[in-house]
């Protein structure tokens, strides 16, 4: 049986897997028409006619979201609530744009239906539900083609017998209904009712990818990876997908954190650059973790691991906008066409500038599995340099640059921006664009040094496989702070029950079973809430968050609980990577490959040229330097020196 993790993304589908006791990597070109094809097509690459189990990081709901290729959905929520996705809270996201326009919701008004009935803020019935409403509304949903429904009463975290009602009177279409009180127990309805409907949205779509690759002969068992970091059943992927919206970034922060961990780091700034974005996260002694993710304009109020993602990867398109300024990206080359140097594209790419300034070795890309093209480049950056009046040089380490500060500005975002100074923190830089850039941003921000990971390209598939199994729970109570801990202790009591049942069905053993606590805290009037760890002091931890997260603490001020959490976690049996063989500090000379040509900084320079693979534990060496391996490029600039650690990973110093 070969273990494996897998992650598609934009451009690549990246493979890690255990084979007898041996590690390997394989990455391939995406097919973003049927993702499932690369990824079955890796899986018979690897394993040929024996089976494996596992990991999967998806984009599949994520995609059905952001391209607006979900299901035909329906929402049937409280009468005079129908119009709720597209009021949401009425916040304008471009206040002084005259001419702004919402984004239209993915649920058209007339796929939305209200009912009338009523349920309290006690969770009282005052209207019942006149099920004589309900049999011309499946009559109505017939009509429409309607593919997925989802359900969303007023209240109903409290009393769901209303939406528990519509189900079974619907269930006659035969088509997945979502009920909010199931996807999302939590006050606040608009973010109840986005959360719910989104996952009706991307539930068939999710559950059709999976039953194609459970279809699939050469899998045995497979996990999906959730957007808290934790994975979870195909089964339960496929009736709750809006928890994997963010599983393939998910993983590579799970990754990052372990390796950093392990190479004696504990606070991290986590840099994943792939060829069609970026991901970024700030990791302080533990996992980052936000209730607050806003996808294609809609909150969705699940627990994810805290990501910041730009529009910058290896495949973003280079272009001249009218004011005659360069840009770089959003937009994406992906993996059809790709970058004007895999032979078919035809729009400058970050890829591309890297390669024109010879930070690429076309022989060497991908293990010399994927041919550059390098000639391709010269005449479309000769054309963009006599438009800007510039050398073809000046305009490749252009492209870069506004590259650069475009993941700059994210990293500043989720550190200087909430107080933490990146100097304190070591810059993890992974994707298959990590290492190109990772040196230059630390300059950027005074980051002092930079781990690079083994196999740092497919860093997100490693992190799969060291995911455990994770469940989370959530009940909104609004009980005030002066409540007793037992009074507390027996209120978590019903979401441990189902936690513990749900890790069961996962196969997990009781013993391996930890259930992690936590209390969304707020002074009385407030209109937000803060994460506390719950423990016997949680009122002054309380305090204590709310002073570092706002700058200040009314101790004076009563507080409420306004919702329980917790965390059901099954822990997995985890591979580790082995130890690297021992060296010198000079490197061996079959890890020295030759040198080449490469600018820094508008300078000629000749860099060194090393394997990855022939390098040993206690090598070091000054830049400037590029390493190649299978799954990425490093490049060391001249403003940098590095040494290989005793798990592989080479640390970059900025001197």
Not at 325 to 336: I, K, N, R, T
Not at 464 to 470: C, H, Q
């Amino acid at each position: 049986m070969v273990l494996m993790g897998i992650d598609t993304g934009g451009t690549f589908t990246d493979f890690v897997y255990k084979d007898q006791g041996s590690w390997g990597v394989y990455k391939l070109l995406s097919t973003p028409n049927d993702p499932a094809l690369a990824v079955i097509s890796g899986i018979q690459h690897i394993t040929g006619d024996r089976q494996a189990r596992v990991v999967h990081g998806s984009t599949v709901a994520t995609n059905a979201l952001l391209e607006r290729k979900g299901a035909v959905t329906a929402l049937i929520t409280n009468r005079g609530f129908e119009d709720l996705l597209e009021i949401g809270r009425q916040q304008r996201v471009a206040l002084y744009r005259l001419t702004h326009q919402k984004p239209d919701t993915f649920i058209p008004s007339d796929l939305c239906f209200g009912l009338p009935c009523r349920i309290d803020r006690n969770g009282k019935i005052v209207q019942p539900l006149n099920k004589s409403y309900l049999e011309p509304l499946l009559k109505s949903l017939q009509k429409k083609g309607v593919e997925s429904i989802a359900v969303s009463f007023l209240f109903s975290f409290l009393n769901a017998r209303h939406e528990k009602e519509v189900r079974k009177a619907l269930s006659g279409l035969k088509v997945p209904i979502s009920l909010s009180h199931e996807i999302l127990s939590e006050f606040r309805e608009y973010e109840r009712t986005a959360t719910t409907a989104c996952n009706a949205y991307v539930q068939p779509k999710m559950a059709s990818y999976l039953a194609s690759l459970a279809a699939y002969k050469g899998i045995h068992r497979i996990s999906i990876m959730q957007s808290s970091g934790g994975r979870i059943s195909a089964k339960t992927a496929a009736s709750e997908s809006v928890r994997t919206i963010l599983s393939g970034p998910a993983g590579g922060v799970v990754g990052a954190f372990e390796v950093g961990k392990q190479a004696g780091y504990s606070k991290l700034i986590t840099f994943d650059m792939g060829g069609t974005s970026t991901d970024v996260a700030l990791v302080d002694q533990g996992l980052p973790f936000t209730m607050e993710t806003t996808i294609s304009h809609l909150p969705l109020k699940v627990p994810a691991i805290d990501i910041h993602t730009v529009g910058a990867g290896g495949g973003s398109i280079a272009k001249i906008d009218v004011g005659g300024s360069l840009q770089v990206g959003p937009e994406s080359a992906g993996a059809d066409p790709g970058p004007i140097c895999y032979g078919k594209g035809d729009a400058i790419t970050v890829t591309d500038a890297n390669l024109f300034l010879g930070r690429l070795l076309p022989r060497y890309f991908l293990g010399g599995h994927l041919s550059l093209h390098e000639k391709r480049l010269a005449p479309y950056f000769a054309a963009y340099a006599k438009r800007l009046g510039i050398s073809n040089r000046e305009v490749a380490e252009g492209i870069l640059s506004v590259a650069n500060t475009t993941m700059e500005r994210a990293i500043r975002m989720i550190s200087v921006e909430r107080g933490f100074d990146p100097g304190e923190f070591a810059l993890v830089a992974f994707g298959g664009g990590g290492g190109l850039h990772g040196a230059a941003l630390a300059r950027l921000l005074g980051i002092p040094n930079v781990l690079i990971p083994k196999h740092p390209g497919i860093l997100s598939a490693i992190g799969m496989l060291l995911a455990d199994v994770v469940k989370d729970y959530s009940q909104t109570v609004m009980i005030p702070q002066g409540i007793a801990t037992d009074q507390l202790e027996e209120m978590y009591r019903p979401l441990k029950k189902k936690g513990d049942a749900a890790l069961r069905r996962e196969g997990i053993e009781s013993q391996r079973m930890l259930f992690e606590r936590y209390l969304d805290m707020r002074y009385v009037g407030q209109s937000f809430e803060i994460m506390v760890p719950y423990s016997t002091d949680f009122l002054y931890q309380f305090h204590r968050l709310h002073e570092k997260t706002y700058g200040y603490a009314d101790r004076l001020k009563p507080a409420e609980i306004v919702t329980l959490r917790l965390r059901a976690r099954g822990e997995t049996d985890k591979p580790r990577m082995p130890a690297l063989k021992r060296g010198g500090k000079i490197p061996p000379k079959n890890a020295r490959m030759g040198r080449q040509t490469v600018f820094f900084d508008g300078r000629k320079e000749m860099a060194t040229i090393f394997r990855r693979d022939n390098l040993l534990a206690g090598n070091r060496f000054q830049g400037p330097a590029i390493v190649v391996e299978y799954s990425s490029t490093i490049v060391i600039p001249p403003f940098a020196s590095a040494q290989v650690d005793t798990y592989g990973n080479i640390i970059i110093k900025i001197t």
